[in-house]
């Protein structure tokens, strides 16, 4: 005896987008997830593996540290988020119409996930003007040529610190892949029907 399920479609532009759904969700998260957990491990051996020195600023320390581990936890909200948008996607392509969700609970989850990473977009951005801040003013007063004896290298950019830098631009980026993902989404469940 066949299955009643097989012989269910689901209407046309409801089975498009939740491929498109879907597919975004699972681009949007392994994204997320490489360079979330990048970003993670080039922070705490930043904030582990280096010492602090008294009178020299630290781009892996103080207020670009701050804006940057806030916009890593958002990240791992938006982590959760896209995942989240996974499984949506199987709920829309649920035979029964009354485990769907709608059109408009499915955008305003949406717009939720989109306005997360804004929020740790611009977390990440205010982390990153603190950030070459610091390695603007430590570059300023490094001398040219050969470093003098007995001076102080914690006054010098070190590989550390634009290791802060690049886990800053991995989070930034990861934010940035999740924001065009749910524009695109946005823009695909909202077009008129032809």
Known sequence: MPDNDQFYAL?????????????TAWISFWTQVVLGAIATIIFLFALIGKETRAGVQDPGRGGGAFFAICGLLVLYFSIVQAFRYTRLARQLRSPDSSVRPSKATTIQMIKFGLVCNIVGMSLSLLAAEAITGILLGKSLFQPQGLIPTGADLGRFIEPIDLFVLLGNT???????VSIVGSLWLLNVINRPKS
């Open 11 to 23: 209407p046309p532009a409801v089975e498009k987008f939740s491929g498109n759904l879907r597919l």
């Open 170 to 176: 991995h989070t930034t980026v990861s934010h940035f």
